[in-house]
Nanobody
Framework: QVQLVESGGGLVQAGGSLRLSCAAS????????MGWFRQAPGKEREFVAA????????YYAESVKDRSAISRDNAQNTMYLQMNSLNAEDTAVYYC????????????????WGQGTQVTVSS
């Protein structure tokens, strides 16, 4: 089992920035590919970003790739998502997830999920 806890969400003005954190406990964090997803009201959960177990490879959704940075600190069992130039379309609950399986894009490839942290962008 892996327990994941997100933090860092909140209310931010359009154009602002946030840094989300995902703290992991349980099994060896560095074994897992880690991802961020988000879900806006009335919409399906969507992929945001992912990072390989070593941090050497990162993947982004087109909607965020030019203004976001995913990173991880395996010594601290923590993953981060820095998001800049936020806009109203970024408003959602953000979830971190862990996967031992290949692939990163689809939510069903992830084995463990956090409870989510709300990000609200005001215009």
């Amino acid at each position: 089992q892996v327990q994941l806890v997100e933090s860092g969400g909140g209310l931010v003005q359009a154009g602002g920035s946030l840094r989300l954190s995902c703290a992991a406990s349980g099994r060896t964090f560095s074994n897992y590919l880690m991802g961020w997803f988000r879900q806006a009201p009335g919409k399906e959960r969507e992929f945001v970003a992912a990072i390989s177990w070593s941090g050497g490879r990162t993947y982004y959704a087109e909607s965020v790739k030019d203004r976001s940075a995913i990173s991880r600190d395996n010594a601290q069992n923590t993953m981060y998502l820095q998001m800049n130039s936020l806009n109203a379309e970024d408003t959602a609950v953000y979830y971190c997830a862990a996967s031992l399986r290949g692939g990163y894009y689809h939510a069903n490839l992830y084995d463990y999920w956090g409870q989510g942290t709300q990000v609200t962008v005001s215009s």
